[in-house]
């Protein structure tokens, strides 16, 4: 019964270091998604996936890119990460994008960068 | 997305009906009011969603206005384990994910 699983769950980066959130689903979702949420606020969308093949940007795409491996899995990357990158990053999925369709979300990832 | 305006926190004895309100005065017709919660340090739970009828599930109630401009999320037996943040979001058609605001803060006491 796992549902979105994301890895790792804590992360601790230097300024300027790469690295890549995973994220796996097995409901045999078409969509998938990442959040990220920092202190006091709501979750903000980064990027989306509507199916297999696409990407899309979201609220707050800047310094980050994805890739959708299959349709289980979508990635995150932080190519050159900076303090302000620090925040809890949440994957999601759905059935597919659009209203009527439940999100399901990952517990989390904490990611600080120093 | 339409805005939703919500409370920022509400208290509720354990046991007791929870009924936290939202509104949406610019809902259009074809957007679904959504209900999700986040307890501390987790990631959002899906609780409830509707579009026009009231709908009940096992976790919540949702009864939105005639004239959809407003919605009541009711939880009918607080526990301490529902002490969370609240969301409501409502959703436009067509290609569109959640866009979560600050929601409620609902604090459950014995």
């Known amino acids: 019964n796992a549902g979105v699983t994301q890895t790792p769950k804590f992360q601790v980066l230097k300024t300027g270091q790469s690295m890549t959130l995973q994220c796996a689903q097995d409901?045999?979702?078409?969509?998938m998604y990442w959040y990220r949420q920092d202190p006091g606020m709501g979750l903000r969308l980064i990027y989306y996936s509507a199916s297999e093949g696409t990407t899309d940007k979201g609220e707050v795409p800047n310094g980050y890119n994805v890739s959708r491996l299959n349709k289980r899995e979508f990635s995150l990357r932080l190519e050159s990460a900076a303090p302000s990158q620090t925040s809890v990053y949440f994957c999601a999925s759905s059935e597919v994008v659009g209203p009527g369709n439940t999100i399901y979300f990952g517990e989390g990832s904490w990611l600080t960068v120093v | 997305d339409a805005k939703t305006t919500q409370p920022p926190s509400m208290d509720c004895a354990e046991g007791r009906a929870a009924n936290l309100p939202c509104n949406h005065s610019?809902?259009?017709?074809?957007?679904?009011v959504y209900w999700y919660r986040q307890i501390h340090s987790q990631g959002p739970q899906y609780i409830i969603h509707g579009l026009k009828n009231n709908e009940t599930n096992e976790m919540a109630s949702l009864i939105i206005t005639e004239d959809r401009k407003s919605s009541t999320l009711i939880l009918p037996h607080a526990t301490l384990r529902d002490t969370a943040v609240y969301y409501c979001?409502?959703?436009?058609?067509?290609?569109?994910?959640?866009?979560f605001g600050k929601g409620t803060m609902l604090l459950v006491s014995p």
């Open positions: 979001i409502v959703r436009v058609s067509g290609y569109s994910t959640l866009t």
């Open positions: 409901m045999n979702h078409n969509s």
């Open positions: 610019t809902i259009s017709g074809n957007e679904y």
